[in-house]
C-alpha cells in the first residue's frame, strides 16, 4: 500500500509504504502507466516502507524497489521499520548485492511497541524518539506504533497518526486483536485483512487470518469511519463480496462505517473515500455470476468449433474441384 502524503516544508509529496510484496515494482509501474520517469519519481520520492512480518508475500519487494532507487547525494538512505529476521535477511543480501547496499536504514518494530520491554532500553528509547521527530518532518506524521499481532513470530499492526490528528491503521495479517482495536480508536482509515468468507471460520483460525466478519467487527470496535478490507484468499480470483449475512451479523453503530474492498491498482484520495457508488461499480464487474460467464465461455467454443467445421467442408470444396 502507497501512501503519498504531504510534507510539512513545501506543496509537494512524499511516499511511505506499508507492506512491500514480491511485483510491488512491477505494479508501481502499471500505475505510473509505463512511464518510466514517472515510476523513478514514485521510486524517488518514497521516504519509508514499513513492512509487518516477516513472511515473503510481505516484504519480498523491497530488493528491487531498493535497487531502483537513484544512487545519488540527493537521494536519501529509504527507512525501513520491520522485524528484527528482516533487518538480518537484507543486511546479508546488500552485503553481495551493490546495488542494494547503502540504500536504507533499519529499525526494528519493536522499538515503537510501548509494551515491549526493550523499548524503554536507553538506546532503543534514542533510536525510536529520532525516528519519530524524522516522520514528523518528512511525512507529517506525529506518531507511530506498532501492535504485536497474532500470527507468525514477530508479527505486528501499524496505528499511524498524523499531525492533523487524523489516524490511519494497517493489520499486517493476523487474527482479530482488541488492542488493534483499543489503539485505532476513532481511526479515519482502517486497512484490515479479511483472507477469508465467514463459512471458512475455522481455516481462518488455523492459519491465523480473518474472516470479513471479524475484519469488520475489529473496524466496529475501533468506531472507524472507513475500513478498507484486503489480503483475500487466493481462492478469490475476482473480487471478493461482502454477503448479507456478513453486513447482518454486525451491530449498527451509532456512527456508521463505510465498509470497501481493495482490489489491485485501486487509487482513491482520502476525501475520496465515501464512494459507496464507485464500489458498487467494481463489484458488478468483477463478480459477474459463474454460470452466466460460463453460458458465455461454451457459446464462444461452439460458435468456434462451427467456424472451424465450416473452414474444413470448404478446403474440401475447393479440392474437389481442382480435380
Given at each position: 500500500?502507497?501512501?503519498?502524503?504531504p510534507t510539512?516544508?513545501?506543496?509537494?509529496?512524499?511516499?511511505?509504504?506499508?507492506?512491500?510484496?514480491?511485483?510491488?515494482?512491477?505494479?508501481?509501474y502499471?500505475?505510473?502507466?509505463?512511464?518510466?520517469?514517472?515510476?523513478?519519481?514514485?521510486v524517488?520520492?518514497?521516504?519509508?516502507v514499513?513492512?509487518?512480518?516477516?513472511?515473503?508475500?510481505?516484504?519480498?519487494?523491497?530488493?528491487r524497489?531498493?535497487?531502483h532507487?537513484?544512487?545519488?547525494?540527493d537521494?536519501?538512505p529509504?527507512?525501513?521499520?520491520?522485524?528484527?529476521?528482516?533487518?538480518?535477511?537484507?543486511d546479508?543480501?546488500?552485503?553481495q548485492?551493490?546495488?542494494?547496499?547503502?540504500?536504507?536504514?533499519?529499525?526494528?518494530?519493536?522499538?515503537?511497541?510501548?509494551?515491549?520491554?526493550?523499548s524503554?532500553?536507553?538506546?532503543?528509547h534514542?533510536?525510536?524518539?529520532?525516528?519519530?521527530a524524522?516522520?514528523?518532518?518528512?511525512?507529517?506524521?506525529?506518531?507511530i506504533?506498532?501492535?504485536?499481532?497474532k500470527?507468525?513470530h514477530?508479527?505486528?499492526a501499524?496505528?499511524?497518526?498524523?499531525?492533523?490528528g487524523?489516524?490511519?491503521?494497517?493489520s499486517?495479517?493476523?487474527?482479530?486483536?482488541?488492542?488493534?482495536?483499543?489503539?485505532?480508536?476513532?481511526?479515519?482509515?482502517i486497512v484490515?485483512?479479511?483472507?477469508?468468507?465467514?463459512?471458512?471460520t475455522?481455516?481462518?483460525?488455523?492459519?491465523?487470518?480473518?474472516?470479513m466478519?471479524?475484519?469488520?467487527?475489529?473496524?466496529?470496535?475501533?468506531?472507524?469511519?472507513?475500513l478498507?478490507l484486503?489480503?483475500?484468499?487466493?481462492?478469490?480470483?475476482?473480487?471478493?463480496?461482502?454477503?448479507?449475512?456478513?453486513?447482518?451479523?454486525?451491530?449498527?453503530?451509532?456512527?456508521?462505517?463505510?465498509i470497501?474492498?481493495?482490489i489491485?491498482?485501486?487509487s482513491?484520495r482520502?476525501?475520496?473515500?465515501?464512494?459507496?457508488?464507485?464500489?458498487?461499480?467494481?463489484?458488478?464487474?468483477m463478480?459477474?455470476d459463474?454460470?452466466?460467464?460460463?453460458?458465455?465461455?461454451?457459446?464462444?467454443?461452439?460458435?468456434?468449433?462451427?467456424?472451424?467445421?465450416?473452414?474444413?467442408?470448404?478446403?474440401?470444396?475447393?479440392?474437389?474441384?481442382?480435380?
Amino acid at each position: 500500500m502507497y501512501l503519498e502524503l504531504p510534507t510539512p516544508s513545501s506543496d509537494t509529496w512524499a511516499g511511505m509504504m506499508l507492506d512491500c510484496g514480491e511485483g510491488t515494482l512491477g505494479q508501481m509501474y502499471r500505475y505510473a502507466g509505463g512511464d518510466a520517469k514517472r515510476l523513478q519519481e514514485l521510486v524517488d520520492r518514497l521516504k519509508c516502507v514499513w513492512i509487518s512480518h516477516n513472511h515473503a508475500d510481505h516484504h519480498l519487494g523491497l530488493l528491487r524497489l531498493l535497487s531502483h532507487r537513484a544512487n545519488d547525494a540527493d537521494t536519501e538512505p529509504l527507512l525501513v521499520i520491520g522485524p528484527t529476521a528482516l533487518r538480518f535477511w537484507l543486511d546479508e543480501y546488500a552485503a553481495q548485492d551493490p546495488t542494494v547496499r547503502g540504500k536504507y536504514s533499519f529499525v526494528e518494530n519493536y522499538c515503537f511497541d510501548e509494551n515491549d520491554s526493550r523499548s524503554g532500553e536507553v538506546e532503543t528509547h534514542a533510536e525510536a524518539a529520532r525516528v519519530r521527530a524524522w516522520l514528523r518532518e518528512s511525512l507529517n506524521i506525529s506518531e507511530i506504533e506498532c501492535v504485536p499481532v497474532k500470527h507468525a513470530h514477530q508479527s505486528y499492526a501499524a496505528v499511524v497518526t498524523f499531525v492533523d490528528g487524523a489516524k490511519l491503521a494497517f493489520s499486517g495479517d493476523c487474527r482479530p486483536s482488541d488492542k488493534l482495536a483499543e489503539k485505532a480508536k476513532g481511526a479515519f482509515l482502517i486497512v484490515h485483512e479479511a483472507t477469508f468468507e465467514d463459512d471458512l471460520t475455522k481455516e481462518a483460525k488455523d492459519k491465523a487470518h480473518c474472516t470479513m466478519a471479524e475484519a469488520i467487527e475489529v473496524g466496529r470496535q475501533a468506531k472507524a469511519r472507513h475500513l478498507l478490507l484486503t489480503h483475500f484468499s487466493q481462492r478469490y480470483p475476482k473480487m471478493a463480496v461482502l454477503s448479507s449475512s456478513t453486513e447482518d451479523a454486525v451491530a449498527p453503530d451509532e456512527t456508521p462505517m463505510e465498509i470497501l474492498t481493495a482490489i489491485d491498482m485501486l487509487s482513491l484520495r482520502f476525501r475520496e473515500l465515501r464512494q459507496p457508488n464507485l464500489m458498487e461499480v467494481c463489484t458488478q464487474l468483477m463478480t459477474q455470476d459463474d454460470e452466466e460467464e460460463g453460458d458465455v465461455e461454451a457459446a464462444a467454443s461452439h460458435k468456434a468449433q462451427q467456424e472451424r467445421e465450416e473452414r474444413k467442408k470448404q478446403k474440401s470444396i475447393e479440392r474437389g474441384a481442382q480435380q
